[in-house]
Antibody, heavy 118, light 112 residues
Framework: EVQLVESGGGLVQPGRSLKLSCAAS????????MAWVRQAPTKGLEWVAS????????YYRDSVKGRFTISRDNAKSTLYLQMDSLRSEDTATYYC???????????WGQGVMVTVSS | DIVMTQGALPNPVPSGESASITCQSS???????????LNWYLQRPGQSPQFLIY???TRASGVSDRFSGSGSGTDFTLKISRVEAEDVGVYYC?????????FGSGTKLEIK
């Protein structure tokens, strides 16, 4: 059974940093692209970043480019999202997702809440 | 960026009836390889989204055949036949033709 378990969320002041982790199990992690998708309170879904299976290529939405870094450790089957210079508009539930053979999201974690507020 | 626009449903939908959710893209999602890069998800209340359909019309593993996807390059429909209580939630379309990957704003389904 595929499982994605996020951790690392919480309350953080604007301008500070936070690092999210996602522990994956139930599949061969190193074979799949992975991604982070977020959802602001009462809002819709928003893709944040993707990473290839080797970690050799990464993709970001413009609003987080230069502030967020997606990475992975295939030996640990773990996905990360380093979030720097956080803004109030980054407040959201962040979902770890597995990408299927296209850039669709076939499995989702339970989500982790990030609140950026002073 | 490709903008995804979803239509609303005339809620609530009577149980056992059909519901059709529409989604429109600002650019054709039909690739030269013949695949149309349009996907559908359902987010039930209080839950994470779940994957329903990819490449416009292919159901994900374990998804009921009451769900079917269709469309052209820019206009898409998710049809839910014989709606049930467990179908309640918000449905999202998403394009994966190009980055940035984008979602529609969601369509809420309520059942009577």
């Amino acid at each position: 059974e595929v499982q994605l378990v996020e951790s690392g969320g919480g309350l953080v002041q604007p301008g500070r940093s936070l690092k999210l982790s996602c522990a994956a199990s139930g599949f061969t992690f190193s074979n799949y692209y992975m991604a982070w998708v977020r959802q602001a309170p009462t809002k819709g879904l928003e893709w944040v970043a993707s990473i290839t299976n080797s970690g050799g290529s990464t993709y970001y939405r413009d609003s987080v480019k230069g502030r967020f870094t997606i990475s992975r450790d295939n030996a640990k089957s773990t996905l990360y999202l380093q979030m720097d210079s956080l803004r109030s508009e980054d407040t959201a539930t962040y979902y770890c997702t597995r990408e299927g053979y296209g850039d669709y999201f076939d499995y989702w974690g339970q989500g982790v809440m990030v609140t950026v507020s002073s | 960026d490709i903008v995804m626009t979803q239509g609303a449903l005339p809620n609530p939908v009577p149980s056992g009836e059909s519901a059709s959710i529409t989604c429109q893209s600002s650019k054709s999602l039909l690739h030269s390889n013949g695949k149309t890069y349009l996907n559908w998800y359902l987010q039930r209340p209080g839950q994470s989204p779940q994957f329903l359909i990819y490449w416009m019309s292919t159901r994900a593993s374990g998804v009921s055949d009451r769900f079917s996807g269709s469309g052209s390059g820019t206009d898409f429909t998710l049809k839910i036949s014989r709606v049930e209580a467990e179908d309640v939630g918000v449905y999202y379309c998403q394009q994966d033709l190009e980055f940035p990957l984008t979602f529609g704003s969601g369509t809420k389904l309520e059942i009577k």
